[in-house]
């Protein structure tokens, strides 16, 4: 079963840091492209970041730009996102995504074929 699963979600005040990891099993992920995207309640799902399998392609939402770091490493098929000085509006719930059919990078959601459960973020001010 092809699975992703993210990890590191949690309560943290404005201006603190965390660490998501988003790990895959059934099928390796390193020639993947893979992006996070966060949902907030009532709103919809949008783009984080997306880095290409070999790292050298990364796009990053203008929200999110210069405070996180979206990072991979393929021979543990996991991805990361370090997020810094998180403000109460990144409180949102994440998500890990692969898009397993491009070669490049994108923000488009419906291009992803594989997602994880989620894994909760809040940020208290």
């Known amino acids: 079963q092809v699975q992703l699963s993210e990890s590191g979600g949690g309560l943290v005040q404005a201006g603190g840091s965390l660490r998501l990891s988003c790990t895959g099993s059934?099928?390796?992920?390193?020639?993947?492209?893979m992006g996070w995207f966060r949902q907030a309640p009532g709103k919809e799902r949008e783009f984080v970041a997306a880095?290409?399998?070999?790292?050298?392609?990364?796009h990053y939402s203008d929200s999110v730009k210069g405070r996180f770091t979206i990072s991979r490493d393929n021979a543990k098929n996991t991805v990361y996102l370090q997020m810094n000085n998180l403000k109460p509006e990144d409180t949102a719930v994440y998500y890990c995504?692969?898009?397993?059919?491009?070669?490049?990078?994108?923000?488009?959601?419906?291009?992803?074929?594989?997602w994880g459960q989620g894994t909760q973020v809040t940020v208290s001010s």
């Open positions: 059934g099928r390796t992920f390193s020639r993947d492209t």
């Open positions: 880095s290409s399998w070999g790292g050298g392609n990364i």
């Open positions: 995504a692969a898009d397993s059919a491009r070669g490049f990078v994108t923000s488009d959601r419906e291009q992803y074929d594989y």
